[in-house]
């Protein structure tokens, strides 16, 4: 059975840091894509930044140039660094693996940037 689990989350002032991880337990973790997700109450879930198995990875707009996306595939991990937090940033971040049209979300993790 997959399980993902985030850590990380808390509460920072603007213009800090924080760095999520995503632990997984899932065979062929390598070939996976990951990716991580944000959403506030009452909004869709959308996409911050993915990796693919090969390396490819994608931001959104709004976060590029401050947030890093990583993975250790020895330790099917995931993580995510966020630099320069805008209160805006503020939200529950959700980690997903994706192969072949199957993929599997971790309970999220809450980040919340304010003075």
């Known amino acids: 059975q997959v399980q993902l689990v985030e850590s990380g989350g808390g509460l920072v002032r603007p213009g800090g840091s924080l760095r999520l991880s995503c632990a997984a337990s899932?065979?062929?973790?390598?070939?996976?894509?990951v990716g991580w997700y944000r959403q506030a109450p009452g909004n869709q879930r959308d996409l911050v930044a993915t990796?693919?198995?090969?390396?490819?990875?994608t931001y959104a707009d709004s976060v590029k140039g401050r947030f890093t996306i990583s993975r250790d595939n020895e330790k099917m991990a995931v993580y995510l660094q966020m630099d320069s937090l805008k209160p805006e940033d503020t939200d529950v971040y959700y980690c997903?693996?994706?192969?072949?049209?199957?993929?599997?979300w971790g309970q999220g993790t809450q980040v919340t940037v304010s003075s």
């Open positions: 990796m693919t198995g090969a390396g490819t990875i």
């Open positions: 899932i065979k062929s973790f390598s070939d996976y894509h």
């Open positions: 997903k693996v994706q192969r072949f049209g199957n993929s599997y």
